[in-house]
């Protein structure tokens, strides 16, 4: 029979035009055609992390470089969820290609406020779930329920959170699992440590490793990290990912799709 009765069943599957988007915090909260000329090159855009409540900027924040890439610590700063509707969903709606919001899962009761606020919005085709380091299982599942509802919802994992969480992702069943960059830390040059995440080539042998764990499962895959040359993007495709995230190679000019 063509509908087997144990296929996995998704609100609508996530459909994107072109196999690549850009990673969440490489290109703001709204699409641009004037200063994103590649933007008609990409499934998807996807935004900023945006919160409940408005965000300060971390007082360290900075960029530091290492041999093959960079670490990034900003804090995550955003004006919170109804600032950033108002100032942006005139834009997301004449956007050239579908929004996935990218929402800092911080606790149920957020989420699901969240989510309400983003549901019957023109052209925002899904919510993508952003989860604590330290997030547990428990705490996912409780984050998928509140998000459960008009919206597709993707779910955003750390490379270095596949043992724990990816079992349990994958029972969930989201629209997709995006595999996000690996965190890490560096001394600043002035004595302190500061984690972040790890953007750059180097990153690149890590996040294909983990999506050969992730592509084992049922649930569409996006694969950020490290791609700078359509080579690398397409031993991803290959493999099995649904897409693969852009990040600092959006930064160039270099980079062909």
Known sequence: MWLAEDAPIRKQDLDLAKPFVNAAGMLGFA???RSMPFLGRLGAFITHPISRRPRQPADNRCCLP??????????????????????YQRRWAAAPLPVI??????????V??????????ENVLAVELGLAPDCTPDQLESYWA????????????????????????????PVALHLTQPR???????????AGRLYGPAVYPVMLNAAREAVKTE??????GGVDEKAQAN???????LAVGLESVLWGINFRL
């Open 31 to 33: 699409p641009d055609p």
């Open 66 to 87: 290492f041999p093959g890439g960079f670490l990034l610590h900003t804090g995550l700063p955003n004006p919170g969820i109804s600032k950033a509707i108002q100032h």
């Open 101 to 110: 919001v990218h929402l800092l899962a911080e606790t149920p009761e957020t």
């Open 112 to 121: 699901a406020e969240m989510v309400r606020k983003l549901e019957g919005l």
């Open 146 to 173: 509140a998000a459960e509802g008009e919206l597709p919802v993707a779910v955003s994992l750390g490379p270095e959170q596949i043992p724990v969480l990816l079992p349990i992702a994958q029972e969930l069943n």
């Open 184 to 194: 890490g830390t560096l001394p600043d040059g002035k004595g302190a440590l500061v």
């Open 219 to 224: 649930v569409p895959v996006i694969v950020d």
């Open 235 to 241: 031993v991803l495709l290959d493999l099995g990912a």
